[in-house]
């Protein structure tokens, strides 16, 4: 696609529930990057993907958030027994390398009820 | 990677030139400087960045001093659709994120 698509663009859900979120970077991207940005807040880095690897997981506020990515391409980010405090925008990055821009989607605002 | 300082906010009359500091006293010599903007509601843009000279694009010029301690961001002709949040971020090019600081809210008034 012309740009980094993310799914859903609004999600509500129960306490306790899973979520996954979806992101579809630009063809031929390598890089994937996850944010969470809480409302008025800045940006958080949650995980980066180089190809299907993720080096750095620092991000990842609990052992309840875990990121995959399949085939260089689509990456999902999953949240387990969702708390209110992860309501948030969650925006993904992609970049044709590491060392190129990066180009953000619109974001998933996840809201937990 | 370094820590950028950054005013909070800053106001800018429509048509005149936005001049945006940041202060990276820490940078490291392998450190790019990158400037991104967010718009609200939407993901943030890429705007420029540089390692020790001037940069200019279509969009923007950044202007990095000698000893590379701090830089500016200038858009040259203000218009109320660049009113945002803009982030400067110093960062290794390689494996590593951005990593978005505060950032200043700019404010283009008519």
Do not use: H, K
């Given at each position: 696609g012309a740009g980094v698509s993310q799914s859903p663009s609004n999600k509500v859900t129960e306490k306790g529930k899973d979520v996954e979120l979806r992101c579809d970077p630009i063809s031929g991207h390598t890089a994937l990057y996850w944010y969470r940005q809480r409302l008025g807040q800045g940006l958080e880095f949650l995980i980066y993907f180089q190809g299907n690897s993720a080096p750095d997981k620092s991000g990842l506020p609990s052992d309840r958030f875990s990121?995959?990515?399949t085939g260089e391409s689509v990456s999902t980010l999953t949240i387990q027994r969702t708390q209110q405090e992860d309501s948030a925008v969650y925006l993904c990055a992609s970049s044709r390398t590491t060392i190129t821009e990066a180009f953000?989607?619109?974001?998933?605002?996840?809201?937990?009820? | 990677d370094a820590k950028t300082t950054q005013p909070p906010s800053m106001d800018c009359a429509e048509g005149r030139a936005a001049n945006l500091p940041c202060n990276h006293s820490t940078i490291s010599g392998n450190e790019y400087v990158y400037w991104y903007r967010q718009i609200h509601s939407q993901g943030p843009q890429y705007i420029i960045h540089g390692l020790k000279n001037n940069e200019t694009n279509?969009?923007?010029s950044l202007i990095i001093t000698e000893d590379r301690k701090s830089s500016t961001l200038i858009l040259p002709h203000a218009t109320l659709r660049d009113t945002a949040v803009y982030y400067c971020i110093v960062?290794?090019?390689g494996?590593?994120?951005l990593v978005f600081g505060k950032g200043t809210r700019l404010s283009v008034i008519a």
């Open positions: 990121a995959e990515r953000f989607g619109q974001g998933t605002r996840l809201t937990v009820v | 279509e969009m923007a960062r290794v090019r494996n590593t994120p």
